[in-house]
């Protein structure tokens, strides 16, 4: 079954402690972004990447890195929480060619107190 | 980038039409119109997407206005699973080498049984 995988879907943690929310992909897809999803802004993108070794930034990158060293998982690291980095978070990918459809994970529910 | 403007919220009864506007005044010649939905506690998914013709799929029909500044999505028979936030969004050819894609706050829509 095609499908992006979070992990994990919940989390609460502390100002300051690093963390990684995960992501995996088992369509071979070549485009991977991160969103962030807050009441009234609709989703916004933090990070793309077109492929392996080719990431950059989106709307609201700040606070936030990336990589892509394998073409299925796109990790989203949180160096410093923040409390203005609660959020609901998404991972999405599609198809560099020919791919209409963008597919998005279940979605990661951060807290940071 | 060309951005869409939908209505906050909007409601239906449980079996009749609901038409969905989504305004796009900026769009490029160049630009595809697409449509997603997110149910609650979940990731949007995929409904339908157009260029210039309407389209029609399972799940909804699009109807594209003949200057391409606004569109319509229509769920023929709202039902209760139909409950969710709409987006209507714009994306460039599939072959560009970005995938910077704006998601707004959409449209919530409510239907009553």
């Known amino acids: 079954e095609a499908q992006v995988t979070q992990n994990p879907r919940y989390l609460i943690t502390v100002t300051g402690k690093k963390l990684t929310v995960t992501c995996s992909q088992n369509?071979?897809?070549?485009?991977m972004s991160w969103y962030r999803q807050d009441p009234g802004l609709g989703l916004r993108q933090i990070y793309y990447?077109?492929?392996?070794?080719?990431?950059d930034k989106g709307d609201v990158p700040e606070g936030y890195k990336v990589s892509r060293k394998e073409k299925r998982n796109f990790p989203l690291i949180l160096e410093s929480p923040s409390p203005n980095q609660t959020s609901l978070y998404f991972c999405?990918?599609?198809?560099?060619?020919?791919?209409?459809?963008?597919?998005f994970g279940e979605g990661s529910w951060l807290t940071v107190v | 980038d060309a951005k869409t403007t939908q209505p906050n919220s909007m409601e239906s009864n449980e079996e009749e039409p609901v038409h969905l506007p989504c305004n796009h005044s900026?769009?490029?010649?160049?630009?595809?119109i697409h449509w997603y939905r997110q149910l609650p506690s979940q990731g949007p998914e995929y409904v339908i997407h157009?260029?210039?013709s309407n389209v029609n799929n399972r799940m909804a029909s699009l109807a594209i206005a003949e200057d391409r500044k606004s569109s319509t999505l229509i769920l023929h028979r709202a039902t209760l699973r139909d409950a969710a936030v709409y987006y209507c969004?714009?994306?460039?050819?599939?072959?560009?080498?970005?995938?910077?894609?704006?998601f707004g706050p959409g449209t919530s829509l409510s239907v009553i049984p």
């Open positions: 369509m071979n897809h070549e485009y």
């Open positions: 999405a990918s599609r198809p560099r060619l020919g791919g209409n459809t963008i597919y």
């Open positions: 900026t769009i490029s010649g160049t630009d595809y």
């Open positions: 990447s077109m492929n392996v070794e080719v990431t």
């Open positions: 157009g260029l210039t």
């Open positions: 969004i714009l994306r460039g050819p599939l072959k560009t080498s970005y995938d910077k894609v704006i």
